[in-house]
């Protein structure tokens, strides 16, 4: 059976006690600061009336005394908050709480004991002020001085004690009629403690919401661990059914095929380009990317992602322009995040592009170079585009495409530009199409990178020469060996170091040769491949990982080996071989006329 919460100082952890305490001790420092400010009206007027009784003397210098000790006491304590981290909460707090309580009794004895410092000699509607305005001021704390309700209770009681005390001989002709009244007292105290439940309730919400975030932050943490973890567990399968689904339509012979084959063609690419999405994110959200800003050239980036992508927009009936721009043109970025944010924005506009086309341009824009993707789609809404970045939020006018996503890919582009510090804009019109553009500045650094050109891509066929393949997934390896094999390419794979080098061996001498990183036996791909080099230096290699930015794939690319991440697409995979594989070109050729 569920029970009401119950409230109360004893209740709440150190680190919230401590938070309160702050708060009342910040009261009483600016009560005792204002405290003879107040007291200067009452003063004027007993110097106009010739009256000066020594204990007003003995009151002011008191005051400022205890303004002094009480800024002196906040400096320390200020202090002993920046140095929390060797001291915890309730060592503070023990240390710290009657140091307080002891300054909010002095401050209340000294606030009600200005009409007793006046004496019984002055005027009577002097005295009266006196008293009232104290009184206001212990009212006034019972709302503010109350979030340490310990605190306010020596601040109270020690001016309700000198209150007392002090009435007969302030007013020693009234003292009988004013003692009772004192009773009311009562209800600053009743106050305070209703105050201080609001305070106790707020301190409760706030600690709820901070488990409650904490705990969503830590499962949102886990998945993006799991994710990033399994990164390459969970490409394995994708990049395997993508070769072996471009394999079954390369070897189809049935017409009636064709339609279903080419659906099943679009549905893989989806599916890789989904995953990729959805892992990318992951992996950035669980901070495990980070940006490496260097020199980029441009225009052969923009000419890899519109080949990579050609075909793509082909088999849709969209047209994909590039407008590259000059040669001399370079930016200061992350090559790989860069690429990515192309990527994905030019994917994305071919998704929703209907009919028409999609332009890649670069223009300069107040100093920067601006990469921008041009569409024709069904364009977004204007209260859509805040949140047209966020995962998972696709607009209204998008929803009709048959191949839309789930939103992820703007996401990951909206993280890949927070990388690199890079603005990130979007202008669109509802039927007219939309232009998502990326803002880079110019490349400070003389040593410019260069991405890597494919050549136009040709999928069916055309290529012959020799391929190693080490990889130690069965359906992987049986989709690069299918698959090559149907392009024309002598294949042989294996599954660790030694089956490599037993095929060397043997005489297999290959041309090209993909290795994967991670081996179930335990190699290092990167230090496979690295020996293959050895053994065989005229071959092309690279690297195939399901991983993004582990230490051995960003060594391979700093010692200028291509690395490929899975799912590798196989019009970029038959675009490499054709570049690999230049004799095949000619007898293509020929074969082609």
């Known amino acids: 059976m569920n029970s009401e919460r119950v409230l109360s100082w004893d209740t709440l952890a150190p680190a919230a006690q401590l938070q309160l305490l702050g708060n009342s001790f910040m009261r009483v420092r600016d009560g005792c ?176 919401f901070r488990a409650a975030k904490g705990e969503a932050e830590q499962a949102l943490a ?65 901070g495990a990317v980070q940006a490496r800003p260097q020199a980029v050239a441009l225009a052969p980036l923009l000419r890899e992602v519109a080949t990579l992508l050609g075909e793509s927009a082909r088999i849709r009936g969209l047209v994909l322009r590039l407008r590259p721009p000059p040669a001399s043109a370079r930016v200061q970025a992350d090559p790989m995040l860069l690429r990515q944010c192309v990527v994905n924005l030019v994917h994305n506009a071919l998704r929703y592009t209907q009919r028409g086309g999609v332009l890649l341009a670069v223009r300069r824009r107040a100093g920067y170079w601006q990469v921008e993707v041009w569409d024709t789609g069904p364009g977004v809404a204007a209260e859509e585009r805040e949140r047209i970045f966020s995962p998972f939020t696709r607009s209204a006018s998008a929803r009709v495409a048959d191949d839309a996503g789930y939103g992820l890919g703007l996401a990951v582009v909206a993280r890949c530009a927070e990388l690199m510090d890079a603005p990130l804009g979007l202008v669109s019109r509802l039927g007219r199409g939309s232009r998502f553009w990326l803002r880079l500045p110019p490349a400070t650094s003389s040593a410019v990178v260069v991405a890597p050109t494919p050549a136009t891509v040709a999928r069916q066929g055309g290529l012959q020469g020799r391929c190693l393949v080490v990889e130690d997934d069965p359906q992987v390896a049986a989709g690069w060996q299918q698959l090559l094999q149907d392009w024309g390419v002598q294949v042989r794979c294996a599954a660790d170091g030694a089956e490599a080098l037993g095929w060397l061996e043997q005489g297999f001498t290959p041309q090209a040769i993909f290795c994967d990183q991670r081996l179930r036996s335990g190699e290092s791909g990167f230090a496979l491949l690295q020996r293959l080099q050895a053994l065989c230096p005229d071959a092309a290699l690279a690297m195939v990982s399901g991983e993004w930015d582990s230490p051995a794939l960003r060594q391979a690319e700093e010692e200028g080996y291509l690395v490929l991440r899975k799912p590798v697409a196989p019009e970029q995979l038959h675009a490499l071989l054709r570049q690999w594989l230049p004799d095949s070109s000619e007898d293509y050729k020929k074969n082609s006329c």
């Open 222 to 286: 886990v998945k993006n661990q799991f994710l990033a973890t399994a990164s390459h567990d969970l490409r394995q399968p994708v990049h395997a059914v993508g070769l072996l689904a471009e394999s079954i339509a390369l070897r189809n012979r049935d017409p009636a095929l064709d339609a279903t084959l080419q659906n099943l063609r679009q549905g893989v690419q989806s599916l890789q380009w989904m995953c990729n999405a959805l892992l990318d994110l992951s992996r950035i959200e669980a």
């Open 33 to 208: 600061t204002v405290m003879p400010l107040l007291g200067l009206p009452g003063l004027a007027w007993l110097y106009s009336l010739g009256l000066w009784p020594p204990g007003i003397t003995l009151w002011w210098g008191a005051s400022l005394l205890l303004v002094g000790a009480v800024w002196g006491v906040w400096g320390l304590w200020q202090r002993a908050l920046k140095q929390r981290d060797s001291h915890d909460a309730a060592t503070l707090l023990a240390v710290w709480l009657p140091r307080v309580q002891a300054l909010a009794a002095l401050y209340g004895a000294l606030v009600m004991s200005s009409a007793a410092s006046a004496g019984p000699d002055t005027p009577f509607e002097l005295r009266v002020v006196f008293i009232c305005g104290s009184t206001l001021v212990v009212s006034a704390h019972a709302a503010h001085q109350s979030a340490a309700l310990v605190v306010f209770k020596r601040f109270f009681f020690t001016s309700y004690a000198v209150s007392l005390l002090s009435v007969p001989y302030v007013f020693p002709d009234h003292w009988p009629y004013l003692l009772p009244m004192h009773l009311a007292f009562g209800v600053f105290f009743r106050n305070a403690s209703i105050s201080h439940q609001f305070f106790l309730s707020n301190v409760d919400l706030t600690e709820r």
